[in-house]
């Protein structure tokens, strides 16, 4: 019988950890065929929670859970773990500066990174969700100096598949046809997503909308989806982001062809961004890694967006630089 590959989530006792699991157990990342152990990391008060949930995987009988690890040990979460989704951070709270912020989070990421480069498997993954999700898996990548890098990824997926429902409803087309969008820059405000070039339904998209829409409606909508989510909602974007993870690890493991989607991967320096830093790039899966789809033309536009997000990206890095964490 195969071996079960190892999936670790932290933060499983909280929302989006309880919206993932389920989905994870059922073959939704890895496929049908492929059994799956699953651990579930917390910090002590949240442990009952994610016991809970571990008893609740057990009632749904799935036929490819051989087994399921409750913990608040890093140690023994990331022991032989194939592919880590960190999702438990640190979120900000009342009158938080921003480097109280980096700080907290630095104190979680560092620890997590350093356990994974201990007890991780050759051939881990790691996506990071919690925010600052881009410098939270800068943080993580630089204590684990015994894993490429490039095993380090953050989501901006959830923007990326936001902008692609955005686009597709005021082209009416649907989701499948639009092809070459991408999200660039930070999981924040500043992100970019890039329309010019995409294809809806083979046709290009710069064609078929006016900049005024893009700079005025599109663009904000996107960025600010989150906080559209949480005034209608009364809370913050949770199955969402959930599908979202998936959907990025789904794609990095199994790679996706000829087509493209954005995450945050560490920059070789394409684009003029600065070597280093884990930035949301156009990327392919190729052979299980991420490649960031290379030489497209930038306009003045996005190069001034791009480079905007970028500063925010630089500044956070210095900043946590700057405390140590780097
Ligand atoms: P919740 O507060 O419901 O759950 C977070 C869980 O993490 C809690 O149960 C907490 O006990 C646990 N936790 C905290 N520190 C931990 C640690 N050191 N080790 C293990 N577990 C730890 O938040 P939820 O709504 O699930 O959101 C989780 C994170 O995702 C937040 O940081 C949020 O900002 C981020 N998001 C990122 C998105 C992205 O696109 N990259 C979108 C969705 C979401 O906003």
């Known amino acids: 019988t195969r071996q079960p590959v190892r999936v670790t989530v932290t933060g499983a006792g909280g929302q989006i950890g309880y919206a993932l ?16 152990h699953l651990t579930l990391l917390e910090i002590p008060e949240g442990v009952k929670a994610a016991e809970g949930t571990a008893l609740e995987l057990e009632d749904c009988a799935f036929d490819l859970l051989r087994g399921v690890t409750v913990t608040d040990d890093p140690a023994v979460a990331f022991e032989g773990v194939n592919i880590a989704v960190l999702v438990g951070s640190r979120p900000r709270g009342p009158g938080m500066e921003r480097a109280d912020l980096l700080e907290a989070n630095g104190r979680i990421f560092g620890p997590q990174g350093t356990a994974i480069n201990a ?17 939270n898996a800068l943080i993580a990548a630089a204590h684990a100096p015994d894993v490429p890098s490039d095993r380090f990824s953050a989501m901006t997926r959830l923007d990326h598949n936001r902008a692609v429902g955005q686009l597709a409803n005021h082209l009416d087309v649907s989701v499948g046809a ?7 820059g930070n999981h924040s405000a500043s992100q970019y997503p890039d329309v010019f070039h995409a294809t809806a339904g083979g046709r290009a998209v710069r064609e078929l909308v006016d900049e005024r829409w893009l700079a005025e409606t599109f663009i904000p909508r996107v960025a600010q989806r989150g906080s559209e989510i949480i005034a209608v909602r009364g ?45 949301s790039f156009p990327v392919r899966s190729v052979d299980g ?22 500063a925010e990206l630089v500044e956070e890095r210095d900043a946590v630089r700057a405390l140590g964490l780097l």
């Open 21 to 36: 699991v389920f989905r994870i157990a059922a073959g939704a990342l890895l496929g049908t065929t492929t059994p799956i």
């Open 119 to 135: 007890g991780g498997a050759d051939d881990v993954r790691v996506l990071v969700v919690g925010n600052p999700a881009n410098t």
């Open 178 to 184: 639009i092809h070459g969008l991408t999200v660039w």
């Open 235 to 279: 809370g913050s974007s949770v199955a969402s982001a959930a599908n979202a993870a998936i959907d990025h690890v789904r794609d990095w493991v199994t790679g996706r062809g000829v087509d493209w989607t954005s995450a945050g991967v560490v920059s070789d320096g394409s684009y003029d961004v600065p070597a280093g830093l884990v930035c």
């Open 289 to 310: 890694q991420w490649r960031i789809v290379p030489a497209l033309q930038l306009n003045e536009f996005s190069r001034s967006r791009i480079a905007a997000s970028v």
